[in-house]
């Protein structure tokens, strides 16, 4: 089930037994977890209906203890557990045990309610097939689909209550790419641009993007289109160097991959005529399996950046344009 649909199912009323949140976006992940802890807890007491515990500071026995607490003064009572993707700590077999019996055991109404949040689950293993009905296995995956991105575009701007013209959402879209916090964040700065009740056009969405200039992404692209590797890395440091922040850059790289696959198709993209001008030259210098190759490495460095590596993003960044420039 995608993160929209548990959300949608949670404020129905319904509340599983157990979910589990798995993939490497840690927005859907947070948004969902923040929607199950309402729903669950409510205006409830917290101090002793909410226990937190993550990987590598807790023990499997922990969790087994705060499974079988009874919830105070409340209907029911939330166990979180988290990898902590920082310190490497990994949900391994000792906790696939416990996981995966507490799910097993666990009815429709059951008083404790368990959460497992991780970047990466393994449908292979037998603790994550045990997410099964009533339990829940939530897709937090960033959308891959220009369709599925213009839904959460849609349904983003629903939630903060901005009125958001389809031209300006392509534009977001198409700028910012499936970075799911940064395109959260831009459609709140287009809606203050607006002002209060007023329609977020493509025009606000221009002043306000956050996305590095086209002048120094061709520097780099040509860099890269070239193999000129070394001058590649310095422009990046360059970039990184003036404040530019990691993810914007890859934002950046993926918008302009994207339009070089699309001008490669014989599309036309939007834009003045020197951008475009642009854009045809160098799209005659990546034939379409390399496009295709970068497009895939680019995603690859999205999700190391969203907390997949313990790789600094500025070292994640600098391998893949060495990846891309060989």
């Given at each position: 089930?995608?993160?929209?649909?548990?959300?949608s199912?949670?404020?129905?009323?319904?509340?599983?037994?157990?979910?589990?949140?798995?993939?490497?976006?840690?927005?859907?992940?947070?948004?969902?977890?923040?929607?199950?802890e309402a729903?669950?807890?409510?205006?409830?007491?917290?101090?002793?209906n909410?226990?937190r515990?993550?990987?590598?500071?807790?023990?499997?026995?922990r969790?087994?203890?705060?499974?079988?607490?009874?919830?105070?003064?409340?209907?029911?009572?939330?166990?979180?557990?988290?990898e902590?993707?920082g310190?490497?700590?990994?949900?391994?077999?000792?906790?696939?045990?416990?996981?995966?019996?507490?799910?097993a055991?666990?009815?429709?109404?059951?008083?404790?309610?368990?959460?497992?949040?991780?970047?990466k689950?393994?449908?292979?293993?037998?603790?994550?097939?045990?997410?099964k009905?009533?339990?829940?296995?939530v897709?937090?995956?960033?959308?891959?689909?220009?369709?599925?991105?213009?839904?959460f575009?849609a349904a983003?701007?629903?939630?903060?209550?901005?009125?958001?013209?389809?031209?300006?959402?392509?534009?977001?879209?198409?700028?910012?790419?499936?970075?799911?916090?940064?395109?959260?964040?831009?459609?709140?700065?287009a809606s203050?641009?607006?002002?209060?009740g007023?329609?977020?056009?493509?025009?606000h969405?221009?002043v306000?993007?956050?996305?590095?200039?086209?002048?120094?992404?061709?520097?780099?692209?040509?860099?890269?289109?070239q193999?000129?590797?070394a001058?590649?890395?310095?422009?990046?440091?360059?970039?990184i160097a003036?404040?530019?922040?990691?993810?914007?850059?890859?934002?950046?790289?993926?918008?302009?991959?994207?339009?070089?696959?699309?001008v490669?198709?014989?599309?036309?993209?939007?834009?003045?005529?020197?951008?475009?001008?642009?854009?045809?030259?160098?799209?005659?210098?990546?034939?379409?399996?390399?496009?295709?190759?970068?497009?895939?490495?680019?995603?690859?460095?999205?999700?190391?950046?969203k907390?997949?590596?313990?790789?600094?993003p500025?070292?994640?960044?600098?391998?893949?344009?060495?990846?891309?420039?060989?």
């Amino acid at each position: 089930m995608s993160a929209a649909q548990v959300q949608s199912e949670l404020s129905k009323g319904t509340i599983r037994p157990a979910y589990l949140l798995g993939g490497s976006e840690p927005l859907l992940r947070d948004d969902v977890l923040a929607a199950i802890e309402a729903a669950v807890l409510g205006d409830g007491p917290r101090d002793f209906n909410l226990d937190r515990l993550e990987v590598g500071a807790a023990t499997p026995g922990r969790l087994e203890e705060a499974l079988a607490t009874l919830p105070v003064m409340a209907e029911r009572r939330l166990v979180v557990l988290r990898e902590n993707e920082g310190r490497g700590a990994k949900l391994d077999a000792n906790w696939g045990v416990v996981i995966e019996d507490s799910v097993a055991s666990a009815g429709p109404d059951s008083p404790t309610v368990l959460v497992v949040v991780t970047a990466k689950a393994d449908k292979r293993s037998k603790w994550v097939k045990a997410f099964k009905d009533p339990a829940l296995f939530v897709e937090c995956e960033a959308p891959k689909k220009a369709r599925e991105l213009a839904g959460f575009l849609a349904a983003e701007a629903k939630g903060q209550g901005v009125d958001l013209d389809p031209e300006a959402a392509a534009l977001l879209a198409d700028r910012v790419g499936p970075q799911l916090l940064l395109l959260r964040q831009e459609i709140e700065k287009a809606s203050l641009l607006a002002g209060p009740g007023e329609r977020v056009t493509r025009k606000h969405v221009e002043v306000t993007v956050a996305t590095v200039a086209e002048e120094p992404i061709w520097d780099l692209t040509d860099a890269i289109g070239q193999g000129r590797t070394a001058e590649a890395i310095d422009l990046l440091s360059r970039l990184i160097a003036q404040g530019s922040a990691p993810l914007m850059i890859l934002g950046a790289l993926a918008s302009h991959f994207r339009r070089l696959v699309r001008v490669g198709h014989g599309e036309s993209v939007a834009g003045p005529p020197f951008v475009v001008k642009k854009l045809t030259a160098q799209a005659r210098r990546y034939p379409p399996r390399r496009l295709v190759t970068c497009l895939r490495a680019i995603h690859r460095a999205d999700v190391e950046l969203k907390g997949a590596s313990v790789m600094r993003p500025e070292r994640a960044l600098e391998q893949l344009v060495l990846g891309l420039a060989s």
